[in-house]
């Protein structure tokens, strides 16, 4: 963009969009820039920004409005004073519909059976990034959702997690403690792999401070987390409520916190117990989200940046590159169990595919037609990264094969 342009936007009453120029949202400003939003069919003024304040990108102009009817806006940009330029260097727009999500900010959900089914393109869709679905709880129990949300949640773009439920009231021992890490393992570990959340372990109930000690309790979550991150190779999140987070031992907050502090807004929990800092605060029990049924849906907010974010996750900042074509590649069934799909109807050029499996080691690797069936027949049970690379970039999307 160059000072003096105008853009227009369609926007729909009610919906919350955003505007700014701040390359912590993926923007950028080569001079002072400011934004001035109109009315088109008017011309009336509605909202004007020089200097946001934000964290970030204090100098860079950002509009957060909320329409008030159905139509059209117009965005002028300015330099400072008003003022116009042509030519190199640009500035780069960046806008969305976020209905009330504010730039930068990372949101998730955490669901288990009791959501039912959910249509995850619509929660993705609302702006919420992640999701932490209920694997399995104390010994032999499986959520009856979870393998659809696992997969379904990733097809629609979501970075996805397992959460355990702990039972330390009836496998009390550090043997118990190792027997559920292995329960939740059996049924989740093909779903952990870098670049989705880490696997996380919810340790709620008022009995926890009462029927343990500290230092049992400290234990029993130790040996937990040591055998799934020896199992997995990742880091595993802690989620705490209030009353346990300042009774655990303080050789705990080498691990990831997740916090249950009911701010009504994504915002930071105040009680961090032994911990420094927090990852997730759960800061609301009664959400409501498009795709998920009712009021009740436990709302996240992540302690960072999408970088950061990315970071947490353990996402390599190099290798595969992403395309905003993800969405033009079809593969189908997912979950599979002997052969699967590829879909590529728009594709220009030569397709290649690329099969991965957990440990970054290449299974297939061949040139593809359109729309073509791969066989997976002899595929082990697990998840695996798949890598198309068209005429257009390079497309990633993961596969579940379950025999």
């Known amino acids: 963009m160059n000072a003096g342009n105008y853009t227009l936007f369609s926007v729909t009453a009610g919906d919350t969009y955003e505007w700014t120029y701040c390359s912590d949202f993926g923007g950028n400003q080569n001079w002072d820039a400011e934004l001035t939003l109109f009315d088109y069919s008017t011309g009336a003024t509605l909202c004007y920004q020089d200097n946001s304040g934000l964290s970030g990108c204090t100098t860079a102009p950002y509009i957060q409005w909320t329409a ?10 300015t330099t400072s004073g008003c003022g116009t330029n042509t030519g190199s260097p640009y500035s780069k727009l960046v806008w969305r519909d976020t209905s009330g999500v504010p730039f930068g900010q990372v949101l998730g959900v955490d669901v288990y059976s009791g959501n039912g089914t959910i249509n995850w393109n619509l929660v993705h869709g609302a702006g919420y990034t992640f999701a932490y679905a209920k694997a399995t709880e104390g ?22 997690g397992a959460y355990h439920f702990a039972r330390p009231d009836l496998n009390p021992s550090n043997a118990g403690a190792i027997a559920e890490a292995n329960s939740f393992l059996s049924v989740a570990s093909p779903y952990i792999t870098t670049c989705e959340l880490p696997p996380a372990l919810d340790l709620e109930g008022s009995y926890l401070t009462t029927s343990f000690t500290s230092a049992q309790l400290t234990s029993w979550v130790q040996n937990w987390m040591n055998t799934v991150q020896s199992a997995t190779g ?14 655990l031992n303080s050789s705990l907050n080498v691990y990831p916190l997740w916090r249950d502090e ?22 609301s029990w009664t959400g409501t989200v498009p795709g ?12 960072g940046s999408p970088g950061t974010f990315n970071s947490f996750m353990g996402c390599s900042t190099t290798g595969m590159s ?5 969405n ?9 169990s002997d052969n699967f799909y590829v879909d590529i109807p728009s594709a220009r050029g030569e397709i290649r ?21 791969i066989d997976v027949s002899t595929f082990s049970n697990g998840i695996y990264s798949i890598s198309l690379t068209t005429g257009d970039g390079t497309i990633n999307k993961k596969l579940v094969v379950v025999h």
């Open 68 to 77: 008030t009817s159905t139509g059209i806006v117009k965005l002028l940009t």
């Open 139 to 160: 010994i032999g129990y499986t959520d009856s959702q979870y393998l659809n949300y696992a997969v379904n949640g990733v097809n629609a773009g979501m970075k996805m």
């Open 234 to 247: 990742v880091t595993p999140v802690i989620y705490i409520g209030a009353s346990t987070v300042s009774f």
């Open 262 to 283: 009911l701010t009504s807004s994504p915002s930071a929990p105040t009680t961090l117990g032994v911990w420094t800092t927090w990852a997730i605060n759960q800061y």
């Open 292 to 303: 998920i049924a009712g009021s009740v849906t436990d709302l996240n907010v992540f302690n």
């Open 322 to 326: 992403y395309n905003s074509r993800n």
């Open 328 to 336: 033009d590649a079809l593969i189908y069934p997912n979950p599979t």
């Open 353 to 373: 595919i690329a099969v991965y499996d957990l440990n970054g080691l290449l299974i297939l690797s061949r040139a593809i037609s359109n729309k073509t069936s």
